[in-house]
């Protein structure tokens, strides 16, 4: 044991940091009991560490762990005697200071008067014991809902101060935190009276306000030595070794706007079959604070006392009014439960609703997890970073750079895809639906969509229609071509992330969208329902039909095809591509639609989409037009207020209002 | 809760003290007299509610008969012979306030897993001459034949919704029996889950709360005798009680044929997993449940006398 002397802190500073030796942590809980304080703490209790009124450190969950999944919790037995080995149980500190039910007041009714009587009592002085960074969050959060307002919870407020502290940092984690992502953890940083970090022998043990130091400069004194840096160094490294396991499962980067423009998703009906708005998730959440007034009267009416408890908007009951429920479907209910927690909040309240303590996903009984309805709602963006602008190469009037024909396939009759090797590695970089200037001398240059990009080069299909590209699709292996680029705007695939994706291609039009079909293989979960509707002239001119099968058996893609002129060979549809769709039963509303074909197909494309719910804004089509520079130089491509080189190809209908229906522009 | 209308009493006997008082009675179908137990266990509290009620029928507790009108009428019992369904249309016409107490009452009770099975083939297994027994192929809610003002749930009932409800009928206010999930309670109560921490299968989710979460409270799971509440998703947790795995079809089914196994949705999860597992037994399984209205309930043969009118 250490002399007082040696354990004497020093008094000038209330950050100090000391080592409370494991066999020395009762006088923890003795100083504080001391103190007229009820201490609650972790104990075993019905097969989960729960929080209750602990009298000493025996009653400390000491070799216990927990193990938690989506509706699953288990306690573990630990291999050494760690008193905080485990992670955060089913009950959280609200119980304290935002109680299950709290008497309000009582009325009375004598004659023609009334009284009522506020219930106000002096709340017991508390400390909470093993408060993790999620839980000092959460009660921060709390303090914003509650007393932070124009109104503010007096009970709450005086039950709230009378709390000490003793923060808990986090050295171990569940595969449902997600403290990182909430910025709440597994660190504690602020908000604390005592911080401790539970190490081998004992607790590094950091001060975080007066009432904490004057724990440690009095009672507590005898039981401290200052931490040596090694126990800093130990302590550190456990949390961050905490904090990478985490990782960080759920992106929040814009998860607010992300999550309220996606009030129409059909996940929300999806979730609710398997949502039994019981309300465990909302009664679990730490920082859930809605309740309900009740009234207890005598059998004879004249006094009653109102009581106020925990209730939930997962209830039916919770918004109805004599006409009925606001949110009568289960989905309504589990909507306004996640728009609120990670959305709506932030606008109310300055902060987001939730912690990432995880409680909602271990205790709900049916396993969701939120963090996965979140993803598939309202994906994140850093999935799908913007495009990197790549810089083009010889992107002026006068240069080209050379690549070479490394494979030739005669896809039609008079369409062929080059395979170009050698060309700068800008090309194989450059984004789906970007275009190239593709030059061979004696003939003026043309803008080529891109058709596959390659580890090394890119694929172009040209179809022989003029000399130049006639000349082109005459190039045999080995022979050289020019190039500028790669040119031009994007297909913006992201905008697709989690919603259906409708894909209308007519004729040589599939070619700038098959870069698009490859990139969505790739990651086909993110998106909903993918269909590709492709039609061309006879089916001798029907592109890539090897890749189509593929992509309709292998891909997740509805491959729907037909021809304009059908021979005797021809078993599929006949008729123009709007016709593919218009017996269909999808619903357009969280679709996003890319058209590439002759511009009278691609308007009567677009008319079809608007009429099946797909707004304006998520309709892109790729304008045609004629281009010498592709860099918006020359004057050629004009459209409105567009060089369509340069802004363009691919426009949304909203971008091109009534112009894109206008002959003549 | 069915048809909550908040109607109040009018107190129309005398008391003691001169004030007039509601006639209450309580009155009993194919039922366990559980629920009327329970009134009695009232105790102290029940000689308070005689300041405010008069009782005039209550076989359970008294030999005296009185034949209404009444004012508030509780029904304990489902059901359950063509003499039932005669019965309970006459108590309707004589009932202000008709009250259905208890599982039986509200959703057709623990006998209604008859319904799953071969009526006939039961009775000739349970009685020696069958042919003297006359019952109904199906056992059913009060509130499938008659309107009912309120219900209280449970087997038994909660003394406290008793207690509650007949304070909101003489002050003529809404009684607060919350339609929510048991786990509100075992939440509010601090009750570790049994089902996320102990794996025990649990149907506080889907059950209508106002027992205090008594099974959990204990450690068991809620085997739902306060019956499905408001938008039970029973079929979402029968679907996820099966996928893992531990469960078949049949068992998952067998966790809702309890004493409320007949009220919707629970009715419909029992029969789209097969039936109950008693039925399957007898080798009845010709139907399976989701079964014909009032309307269709047809009378067999003589009544038994047994079961139906409570007066031992």
Redesign the interface.
Known sequence: MLSSELARPDRTTTHGRWFLDRTRLDALIVALRADGRTVIGPTVSDGAIVYEEIRSAAELPAGVGDEQTPGRYRMTSRDDDRVFGYVVGPTSWKRWVFPPMIELNSGKRVGHRVEFTPARSTPERLAFIGVRGCELAALGVQDKVLDAGQFRDADYRARRRSVFIVAVQCTTAASTCFCTSMGTGPEVERGFDIALTELDGGFLLEVGSPDGAALVDGPLATSLRPASPVDVYTAAADVAATRARIGDPLPTAGLHDRLLAQLDHPRWAQVAERCITCGNCTLACPTCFCTSVTQKTDLEGHTATSERFWDSCFSPGFARVAGGSFRSRPRDRYRQWLTHKFGTWWDQFGTSGCVGCGRCITWCPVGIDVREELVAIAPPVSLTPEPQRVEPVAASFDDFVVAQVVATRQETIDTVTLTLSGADPAFSKGNLGQFAMVGLPGFPPLPISISRFTVDGIELTIRGAGPATKAMCALKIGDQLGLRGPLGNNWPLDRAVGRDLVIVAGGIGLAPLRPVIHALAADRRRYGDVRLYYGARTPADILYSEELARWHSRAGIEVHQTVDRAGPEWEGRVGVVTQLFDTASWEGANAVAFVCGPERMMQATSNTLAGRGVTPSRIFVTLERHMECGIGLCGHCQMGKYFVCRDGPVFSLAQLGDTFSREGI | MTAATGQSVEHGHPSRGGAPRPRVAVVKLASCDGCQLTILDLEDRLL??T??FDIVDFPEASSARNNGPYDVLFVEGSVSTPDHVRRIGELRKMTRVLVTIGACATSGGIQALRNWADHDAYRAAVYPTPEFVESLARSTAIAEHVPVDFELRGCPISPDQLV?L???L????RP?L????V??EC???????V?????IP?L???TQTGCGAICPRM?RGCYGCFGPR????AA??A??LGTSGERSREDVGQLFAGFTAYAEPFRSTITDLGGTRGARRAGGGGRTGGGPGPSSLGPTSFTTGGDDDGRH
């Not at chain 2, 408001?230 to 998703?233: D, G, I, L, P, V």
């Open positions: 308070e509610l300041e405010h509650e007949l304070t909101a003489v002050t003529g206010r607060q919350r339609d929510e999930a786990c509100m939440k509010r109560q601090g009750v570790v889950c089902m996320s921490a102990g794996g649990c506080g989710q889907v450690g408001e938008q039970a998703n979402g947790l679907r996820y």
